[in-house]
């Protein structure tokens, strides 16, 4: 039993629990300490079953040859522990134990079979997490934060090692007038990664007869025997046999070039010549995923030497990969004429040569001669040193392209300038955001650097955006640091600000269905639903187009509903029973029918409870006759996901319009009770007033 299915059956039990509850409309501190514990109960079986499945998926000596090729690998390290010992591994720090051998084997191993390397200079963080935690609530944030990549428009990359085919331009969409009449093409345009190995290609017999026709690539930018293997086939059909592929071998390497095409063509096998029609020739690009990184100057600020050293060393670093071979022009220049300039021939020997990067090197060192001066006692005059013409052209230069090298004297002073630099660059490291810095960056918008090290200036949505939201930006810069005390009071402000902004949305959508003339309880399952639905939405949709399975997609929704119940409800009901069991009739001024019973009015929540386990039921009946028919929750052909599509919003609609009908009384609807006790009323005095004008919605969740 899997998570979704976990998930998938709490959420509707969360709606019958809700319902039995209040049949009486009264909430007993025994039924407000159940609903927290299945809480606790969904939290526990989904955890157990996810780790029972992970547990399935491990492979060891016996089951390595067993194991589900999809199935991803999974590790007990967090991906901080896998970049903090593998950082300090590059480094150059030594192992100190067998334990640590055996633990950086071990991370190494999983960085293989996860993400296709064990180099940590090439994984991305965001990778590296995600493979770490599986589709666990990083994922949600992940998809959250890919929703602002989307709206802004920002292009997908493609990964080192990223498998990637995609058909583009279907032979379908062309007029018949112009394509071959016996054979031809499914798709005209294929784009296929270097990693991916191979690409099937499908010819069509359109006719379903006996023939054949023969397959041939063609070469253009990329070039068979370098960039992937030829083929020269002769393809037999059948009688009835209306498709068949083939396949072609894509060769990878890890030196840069540009995208290139090749092309597939249909000849006649008898005359040997070419087929005519649009659909007889396809076009198939690979994609180049190899990153040649970013070329730059080890040190970011001036570079002090001692006027009598030998010479001076300049450490050169290449970031962000380290495929291929990239190479670099360096030359020293005079900065000008003033008397603190150094002059090439007198204060040092003039440099110029280009550095070599070969495959997975990261670090070249330039070395300029210092020349000793017996004439002047106190050196102090400065050169510089200038990178250019970086090649290929996939590599980058770094903007800081030049670097001030300052000859200098007082060896105490550099002694001490170096270690203020040493201590400086551990206290940026170690030291965390403040609760100061916070507010500082809630009104930031600056140009951000993207994986290889460019300057990204700022898109017209982020802008649009940034602007939206800076009030509440500012509102949760109150929050505490996550390092504070461990994390916790940043987790229990969090759950304060979350209650007090939810109260502020509540308040506002029923002041706006007032103004309409809606009832609350039509408002909270449109106005409220759609609000505190739609990031989950949005995240459900990323998921859905960016992960192999559905897992994510719909196990968001199905999770949101159980927690929106089991938490969100149990945990206002425990404080609302306890109360009322604490204080005495007296002082409360009533007394309940049940002790510690708390008064929830329901008048609506039968009708609506039946109405939503009818469409949810009608929702997941979609899911599972997909997966019998399509193969999968998601995907299929484009008819198959309209009409799926359109079923489920049907669905919303109908849940919509059904409650709509009972707040007003519709067909009499509204007078009818639907297994919940209307007779039962609140026994505060002063609260009779609200409830018998209007019940509201007790929960809007629009999951």
């Known amino acids: 039993m899997g998570v979704f299915t976990v998930t998938t059956i709490f959420s509707i039990w969360a709606y019958l629990w809700l319902y039995i509850v209040l049949m009486d409309q009264v909430v007993s501190p025994t039924e407000a300490w159940l609903t927290l514990v299945f809480f606790v109960l969904l939290l526990v079986i989904s955890y157990g079953a996810d780790r029972y499945k992970a547990k399935g998926q491990k492979t060891d000596d016996l089951s390595v040859e067993q194991a589900d090729e999809s199935a991803p690998p999974v590790t007990n390290y967090t991906h901080v522990e896998i970049m903090r010992e593998l950082i300090n591994e590059k480094n150059g720090e030594t192992a ?12 190494k191993a ?74 031809g093409f499914y798709c005209l345009h294929y784009s296929v990664s270097e990693a991916s190995g191979t690409i099937k290609i499908k010819i069509l017999n359109k006719t379903g007869k006996k023939g054949s026709v023969r397959v041939r690539t063609i070469d253009a930018e990329a070039i068979a025997g370098d960039d992937y293997e030829a083929i020269d086939e002769l393809l037999k059909f059948n009688e009835g046999e209306k498709e068949k592929y083939v396949s072609i071998k894509i060769n990878d390497d890890d030196n840069w070039e540009p995208d290139e095409d090749f092309f597939v063509q249909l000849y006649d096998p008898a005359s040997n010549i070419e087929l005519t029609g649009i659909d007889s020739r396809t076009r198939v690009t690979i994609i180049d995923d190899d990153k040649p990184g970013q070329i730059c100057f080890a040190e970011t600020k001036q570079i002090k030497v001692l006027g009598n050293a030998e010479e001076c060393i300049i450490r050169i670093l290449r970031k962000n990969g380290a495929d291929g071979v990239v190479t670099v022009d360096y030359e020293t220049f005079d900065l000008d004429t003033s ?15 280009t550095l070599k ?62 270690a203020l630099q040493q201590l400086l660059e551990k206290i940026e490291q170690e030291e965390e955001q403040t609760w100061g810095s916070q507010f500082i960056t809630a009104c930031k918008l600056h140009p951000i650097k993207n994986e290889d090290g460019e300057i990204e200036d700022i898109s017209f949505m982020e802008g649009f ?44 959508a029923n002041l706006f269905g007032c103004v309409l003339g809606i009832p609350p309880a039509v408002t909270a399952i449109t106005f409220v639903a759609l609000g505190t639905s739609l990031p989950d939405t949005f995240a459900s949709m990323v998921a859905a187009a960016q992960e192999k399975y559905a897992d994510s997609a719909v196990g968001n929704v199905t999770g949101s509903n159980s927690v929106n119940v089991f938490l ?85 609609f109908l849940y919509i319009l059904f409650s709509i009908f009972q707040s007003f009384n519709i067909a009499g609807i509204g007078d009818q009770g639907w297994g919940i006790d209307l007779t039962v009323k609140n026994p505060n005095p002063k609260c009779l007033k609200d409830t018998s004008s209007s019940s509201p919605a007790p929960a809007a969740t629009g999951n």
Not at 96 to 107: A, L, T
Not at 578 to 592: A, F, V
Not at 593 to 620: D, E
């Open 465 to 508: 955006l940034h602007f939206v939201c800076i009030g509440w930006k500012l509102l949760f810069a109150f929050i505490p640091p996550p390092h504070f005390h461990g994390g916790w009071s940043c987790f229990y402000m969090a759950l304060v600000f979350i209650g007090v902004v939810t109260f502020v949305v509540g308040e506002f």
């Open 568 to 652: 969100g409800l149990g945990l206002p009901w425990v404080i609302a029973t306890m109360w009322e069991l604490s204080t005495s009739d007296e002082s409360k001024g009533y007394k309940t029918s049940i002790p510690g019973g708390y008064f929830v009015p329901s008048a609506t929540l039968g009708f609506s409870v039946i109405v939503f386990i009818v469409v949810a039921i009608g929702g997941l009946a979609i899911l599972l006759i997909r997966r019998k028919v399509v193969g999968g929750e998601l995907g299929g052909s484009l008819q198959g996901r309209m009409l799926s599509a359109g079923l489920l919003t049907l669905l919303w």
């Open 96 to 107: 100190k134990s067998e334990e640590q051998i055996q633990r950086r084997k071990e991370m």
């Open 357 to 418: 990067f070969g495959p997975s090197i990261v670090e070249q060192e330039i070395v300029v001669r210092i020349l000793h001066r017996e004439d002047v006692e106190e050196r102090d005059e400065s050169f510089g040193i200038r990178l250019q013409n970086v090649t290929p052209a996939g590599a980058k230069l770094s903007k800081k392209s030049f670097q001030i090298i300052n000859i200098i004297t007082d060896k105490e002073g550099k002694k001490k300038s170096e």
């Open 110 to 183: 999983f960085l293989v079979k996860a993400l296709g390397t064990d180099q940590i200079d090439r994984i991305n963080n965001e990778d590296l997490k995600k493979a770490c935690d599986q589709e666990s609530a990083i994922g949600r944030i992940k998809y959250r934060r890919e929703v602002g990549k989307i709206l802004s428009g920002k292009k997908k990359e493609i990964a080192k090692g990223e498998i990637l085919k995609q058909e583009h331009a279907h032979a379908e969409n062309i007029d018949d007038r112009e394509k071959n009449p016996h054979f």
């Open 339 to 353: 008397a603190h300039t150094a002059t090439a021939g007198i204060d040092y020997q003039a440099q110029k040569g």
